[in-house]
């Protein structure tokens, strides 16, 4: 998960600045709508809501539709719809992770209980389905239902490989894919199809996502492997400790024999302790793997910049481009 | 909770007899819908579909269609969106409830984790979802999503009038509606939508469904002082363990003094154990709570085949009217 709840990258000025005036107008909206007449409800949401995630996503919507086109009252929907989605992915998350905290915040689930973090969930998500569906925006429902459904596979899958240690590439891609680069195609594609129907400009934009969003998830996996991701006061080699198998160590195991990489899949299969792994990172370090994935990332970040080629320079487009190097660069 | 899970009562062959053969399509449309290319997915939504529920809730949209009109593949989208919905937030109060057992099969959360449960949750509402969106069914679309909300909501009063023990007879209501009824007027509604958009008959369907869903429930809420629960491993007085209020409490505490009352909801804030259970069951029957509370549900089932009666004669409308008197006359 780590993933997804963290694209909370400090947002660099000129990322924002294209739209700055229009950001605060979605702050504004999107707090109007996380209110609610139930009290424990309306509680749970104010809560929420003081912990300021860096709202990467809704800002993906609006430069993704000021990139094709003016942005208008469709698009701040669209910037509250996938900002609620992703609200109610973050609360269903703590559930799932069991987690404690969240963004230094103590998580829904500890200060309440499981039964609050499930309900408050689905009612964010039946909240953004209704704001799509009395406004009509059907086109926003088909891509974000599909995303839902995207979201849970991608878990699920990852999940079952996690439980067997049997992930290869391939379907790493498809997890991620599917569990982090849905939501930020979703994203672009919401922005885009709020001002246009240009099938060349929609399909560019998805592009562009689904190339950020593995990029961003393949630096998040790299980075559960070095220090700074103890800023955030998760434990180096989180991952491994969870049996969870990523990118740099796909790459690792594909440059060994299958002596060596039978007995490091057997070391995670038992639960490895802190010396378990450090030696597994050393390991990944020793056969490339950090370095391999660090290459498909700036590959990935080359891909979505092309992919936004076939809009006229704007702002807009050097901010979205901004916004990719800053993701594959990012220590943190 | 332990409402929405049991609308499984035997259904009488004469309910389902108008729309019996309707009924075996549904199943196998229902069946195709409940497959998936994750392998753990698949796994657990096969070991949904073996558990065998009574799905009265796609009985109810067939119905529901059949007395205004002619079933057509409307109505069976209709019926399968209300029963993936149903199965979902099934799912998700595994978690919320942390039950071990549902319908004598081992709960989802017990075999696989709570992790398994949310993210099939999560996956089986898109999946509804998406049905609605593919197809254009927005109509349908809109009244889920409130039910969703709806359910979600009066979940959430109900936790917190729990805690506060301050449950009044006003609140109940509210919260029976929205957690139990929305959705039995959601399959009446999405039943009508899918024949007719005769607004009388509409709302006719709606007001029987919102009528028979409160009185299924404060049946459920009496039963749960009755013995013959026991059946479906349900202990006697398990709502006032959980500091539950229901209606036949409600009822008792109105008709005692102030001290008397106080004395009661102090027994059940410190937590009660059998003996005050069995104490309070008594105080409820002495102070009229059960017969009081079965009098409001016979009301609201005369006031549920009142609705109907717009339609004309027809086996449907008889099944329908039946169907209200099994809720309130059954015994577990």
New interface residues.
Partial sequence: MGSKEKLNIPVLNEVLKPVASENKEFAVRFKNSMR?N????DLVLRFILKQKGKKIRPLIVLLSSKIAGEINDRTYRGAVLVELLHTATLV?DD????ADKRRGFPSINKIWN???A??????L???G??LS??S?D?DF??TV??T??R???G???Q??KTRKLDMDEETYFKVISDKTASLIETCCVVGGLSVTDNTQYIDALRSYGNSLGLAFQIIDDILDFEGNSKLFGKPIGGDIKEKKITLPLIYALQNVDKKESDSIRKMIKKGSNDKDVRFIIEFIERNNGIKMAQEKAEQLSERAKESIQVFPESESKVALESLVEFVVKREN
């Fill in positions: 609610s139930v009290p424990l409800l269903h559930v799932v992770d069991e499981n039964k609050v499930v309900l408050v969930g689905d009612y998500l039946s909240k389905l209704l569906v009395t009509k059907f429902l088909e239902s599909q839902v459904k979201m849970s596979e878990e699920l899958l999940s079952k």
